[in-house]
């Protein structure tokens, strides 16, 4: 392990985990971000990181299941100790980041309490997180198809395939416009080899069983036929490339709306395939895991074949979920911010969204959001998300106005304090010390530099900082969403 | 890819893939650069208004002096001239003007008057509200036309303020002609030298914008009288 301490105390780096709780496999890497002031000499300053390295990899991990189909939270506690103690690190060695339960297993009844457990258990500013948007997000940044996508301009459909579902993200130009989720993977169909019978089908497999007869034969004892398991796998591959295409035919399977493409207005240039079956592409063994990863995998690689396709593999293909977790969900605030670090860190506020540029309405917004999300305000901080600020509207009187607007509901809300106010803009240092003038003694904390287009909840960790300076420290951000699937019926 | 390049250019206001016929820039590409070099000029040239005086200056009679430079011509000719001010305008400032303040603060036009009157209803405004938040106590706030960065520690030193702050127009380059900058010099004096000063630069809308900036010069402000330096010593403390 090659955690430089030396880096630690000159405060340049922050040790970021992943971990990702998958339907089938389970992963954890330790990334090194390391950040510096980006900003021109003598203009203020801002953090940026810099360089994002993958200090460890575990082995990849069977995700230990209760026979009913929960996550066994003891067993997963161990596996990220074991980690720990193999690399010899410390819970308080890692700074920051982030365990992500994603596909089938985010369907288990006891998803959400085991994360919020084994997040707290694996660092001080380990954030849980979930929902099939992030994790398509996560995927295509840990796949590289963003970073490739961003250097060389072209425009990428990642699918990520893992035992429980396929994430599509479409990157143009570096940024992710869409994702969507697929309930197909390669778990759907578990087998016995030794006694070469199938030994459990999915709900969703059986969801496709039950529309075509064809199929019928497809049931948990019986023995395994190669060949209908391969026409099962084909028909798996075309569903997953037709969703690619924007066309859906098992509407029950879609777990997030379909891809908006369907007319091809974007061009996509190259196709990258992640996840524990684009790994398996090149595995000829069909019984080499007991479930239809292999099967898939190869009916998957028929069907680009035959639609004379070209694709890539992303490398290190099975981890790209965690990879994404580890190096891609800390933002840096910008560096003129406000704050009190005694109120930080800060979990899973929810983000209200307010459009700024209509000020009086703010208040009418605020409080309609609250109602709507049935949010107690007087008990539960939220973080207020400023949008639609360019930067040529930043005039003094704009901001005085927008904080006294502000405060006042802040006063008339009873709300809970810290006032947390995030923006995109360069505002933050400015309103927070407006809004200073007005609320005495209150505790409010302002972050800008932050997008917060894809999510619901918003974490704040610890400052973190390049120099003495208190007037240069940033704030790691996570945004996030926390969407664990409805248990089924 | 040639949106990729289009998407390129919007990240820098710098003339990157403009293109040429035979070995000569594009007709469009000459005007633009004839149009911003002529823009900077001007901003070297211009003084500020009258209209931005009236409106700004007198409203709450601030004092508008001049260096030892006679007119713009002859500053951007001399500029030695624009470091200092006469002995008689030193005195009028002593009589009218508090003395023993936490911060001086001079507004000069230096290289841009466009820096000056683009900016500084949006960055005083925030400066000031900022000081009276903290209690820091400003004097009269003084315009200096034809004037350099050195300015206001003449000033400053006379009126016996920790600190002066000097708010001043950035030289203009071919992409932005109103950037405005600002020299903070903790006990200022003759014996200050530029590593003295602690400068927040690239104040201007397409930059660090002038109210965030207004915020940051005061938490810098505060920290300077805090720890009693400012420039490279500042800085040396991490």
Known sequence: ?489 | MQARTEQLKTLTPARIGVSRTGSRPLTATWLSFRADHALARDAVNSEISQSFLEQFAKARQFPIITTMAESRHDFILYPPKGKRTKESTIRELQTTCPSDIDVQIVVSDGLSALAVEENLLDLLPMIEYGFALSNITVGQIVIAKYARVAIADQIGHSLRAKVALNLIGERPGLSCASGLSAYITYNPGPHTVSSDRTVVSNIHKGGTPPTEAGAFIVKTIERILDKKVSGVRLQQLG
């Open chain 1, 1 to 489: 392990m090659s955690l430089d301490s030396k880096e630690k105390t000159l405060g340049n780096a922050l040790v970021s985990v992943g971990i990702d709780i998958g339907t089938t496999t389970s992963h954890l890497v330790v990334t090194k971000l390391t950040f510096a002031n980006a900003s021109l000499v003598n203009a203020a300053p801002n953090l940026a990181i810099t360089n994002r390295e993958i200090i460890y990899e575990s082995e990849v991990l069977l995700t230990p299941l209760t026979a009913t189909g929960e996550i066994a939270a003891k067993q997963t506690a161990e596996l990220i100790e074991r980690a720990y103690q193999t690399i010899g690190l410390n819970k308080s060695d890692i700074d920051t980041g982030a365990l992500i339960i994603t596909g089938q297993s985010a369907r288990a009844r006891n998803a959400e309490a085991v994360s919020a457990h084994l997040a707290e258990l694996a660092g001080s500013f380990v954030v849980e997180s979930a929902g099939p948007h992030l994790e398509s997000a996560l995927a295509a940044r840990g796949s590289q198809a963003v970073d490739y996508s961003q250097k060389t301009g072209l425009t990428i459909l990642n699918i990520d395939i893992g035992g429980g579902t396929s994430n599509y993200a479409l990157v143009v130009e570096g940024t992710i416009i869409e994702t969507a989720c697929l309930n197909v993977g390669g778990r759907m169909l578990q087998f016995d080899w030794a006694k070469k019978t199938i030994s459990a089908i999915s709900d969703s497999a059986q969801l496709v069983i039950t529309s075509n007869p064809h199929f019928s034969e497809l049931l948990v004892g019986n023995t395994i036929e190669t060949g209908l398991v391969s026409q099962f796998a084909q028909e798996l591959a075309k569903t997953i490339l037709l969703t690619a295409k924007a066309v859906t035919t098992y509407p029950e399977l879609m777990l997030t709306s379909a891809l908006s493409n369907s007319q091809g207005q974007i061009q996509i240039d190259e196709i990258w395939l992640s996840g524990g079956v684009a790994s398996a592409f090149t595995e000829e063994d069909l019984t080499k895991f007991s479930d239809l990863g292999v099967f898939l995998a190869k009916a998957l690689a028929a069907e680009l074949t035959k639609q004379n396709t070209a694709y890539k593999i992303a490398p290190r293909a099975i981890r790209a979920t965690v990879i994404g977790a580890g190096l891609h969900t800390i933002q840096l605030s910008g560096s003129t911010i406000g704050f009190s670090a005694e109120n930080l860190p800060l979990r899973n506020l929810k983000l209200i969204k307010v459009d700024a540029t209509t000020r009086s309405s703010v208040a009418t917004q605020i409080n309609q959001q609250m109602q709507q999300r049935e949010h107690r305000w007087q008990q539960f901080p939220v973080a207020l998300v400023l949008t639609g600020i360019k930067k040529e509207m930043l005039s003094f009187t704009f901001l005085k106005d927008l904080a006294a607007e502000l405060a006042q509901v802040f006063v008339t809300s009873k709300a809970c304090e810290p006032f947390v106010l995030v923006a995109e803009v360069d505002l933050a240092m400015a309103l927070s010390l407006i809004l200073k003038g007005m609320l005495i003694d209150k505790r409010i904390i302002t972050v800008d530099g932050i997008n917060v287009a894809e999510g619901d909840y918003i974490d704040i960790g610890r400052p973190v900082s390049t120099s003495a300076d208190p007037n240069t420290q940033s704030l790691p951000i996570v945004v996030k969403t926390l969407l664990f699937y409805k248990s089924e019926k």
